[in-house]
């Protein structure tokens, strides 16, 4: 069974798993792109659901696609 680490970007909020955290269980969040990048890049062999704010989207979503192929 293929597993799916969540990540969460927000930049609006310092805690913005508070209210999920107990229905995802582990999430890493971030409130800064080139972190939440970092992280991606660092850990190529596995698998993400990506939760990202909309204003963040247009920065984040393009890397993230170049990046994996």
């Not at 293929?2 to 798993?17: G, V």
Request: hydrophobic residues 35%; glycine residues 2%; charged residues 15%.
């Amino acid at each position: 069974m293929l597993q799916y680490n969540i990540l969460w970007l927000d930049a609006n909020s310092s805690d913005p798993m508070s209210n999920f955290r107990s229905k995802l269980g582990d999430a890493q969040t971030f409130t800064d792109v080139k972190n939440c990048i970092q992280y991606v890049q660092s850990h190529p062999n596995e698998s993400f659901y990506l939760i990202v704010s909309g204003s963040l989207a247009k920065e984040i979503v393009p890397v993230i696609y170049e990046s994996s192929n």
